[in-house]
């Protein structure tokens, strides 16, 4: 078992240049969480999805910011025009069904860097 | 509207010593509490959960136990090693959502 892959580890961006993150859940489970880490705000919940389908992205900023999971192997995170505050390190969890009780997985994030 | 509290920033303790790290939490449902370990560079992981109040929960001789009375869930070690060094969030889930929400995080310091 691989764990919760994230892919790239580190990204830079241009201001205004557009950043698509990936994540490969751990097999089986059904359910991705994205969320944000900075040292301000710690981590904050974005998006979330279970088979596939979008539950919950309260947490995302509604202009910029969009997540799919075309499939059960993937989840993808794509900011739009980045801006120096959207640096941060984005991280992908995963669980087993994703109840309420139930253990994240993350995976070891990427560290995105808009200059 | 749902939220938790931690002690925040930087905590710095000399190995041997107790430390307790303070989370409580705010809610109207019935509250599943969780302790995760981020070591640097590495991914958060889970520590510790509980959702039965006043049961003691215990992992890696750190232990919490969950009090509704007060909306506590403090963690604590007897004697910390200088391996215990990371970021420890506090965190938590209803039964009216599924994603966890977390605490800003207690960077947790060792000195020989």
């Known amino acids: 078992n691989a764990g919760v892959i994230q892919t790239p580890r580190h990204k830079v961006t241009g201001k205004g240049q557009e950043a698509t993150l990936w994540c490969e859940p751990i097999?089986?489970?059904?359910?991705v969480f994205w969320y944000r880490q900075t040292i301000v705000q710690g981590l904050e919940f974005l998006t979330y999805?279970?088979?596939?389908?979008?539950?919950?992205d309260s947490g995302m900023p509604k202009e910029r910011f969009s997540a799919q999971m075309p499939n059960q192997s993937h989840s993808t995170l794509k900011i739009q025009s980045t801006q120096p505050q959207d640096s941060a390190v984005y991280l992908c969890a995963s669980s087993l069904v994703g109840s309420s009780a139930e253990t994240l997985y993350f995976g070891s994030g990427t560290r995105l860097t808009v200059l | 509207g749902d939220s938790v509290t931690q002690t925040e920033g930087l905590v710095t303790l000399t190995k041997g010593l107790p430390v307790m790290l303070n989370c409580t939490y705010q809610?109207?449902?019935?509250?599943?509490l969780f302790w995760y370990v981020q070591h640097l560079n590495e991914a958060p992981k889970l520590l510790l959960k509980?959702?039965?109040?006043?049961k003691r929960t215990e992992h890696q001789g750190f232990y919490a136990t969950l009090h509704k009375s007060s909306s506590s869930f403090h963690l604590q070690k007897s004697s910390v090693q200088l391996s215990d060094s990371a970021l420890y969030f506090c965190?938590?889930?209803?039964?009216?959502?599924?994603?966890?929400?977390f605490g800003k995080g207690t960077q947790l310091i060792i000195q020989p």
């Open positions: 999805f279970r088979n596939q389908a979008p539950i919950d």
């Open positions: 509980s959702s039965t109040d006043n």
């Open positions: 965190a938590f889930n209803t039964g009216g959502a599924d994603r966890l929400t």
């Open positions: 809610t109207t449902y019935s509250p599943f």
């Open positions: 097999s089986g489970h059904s359910a």
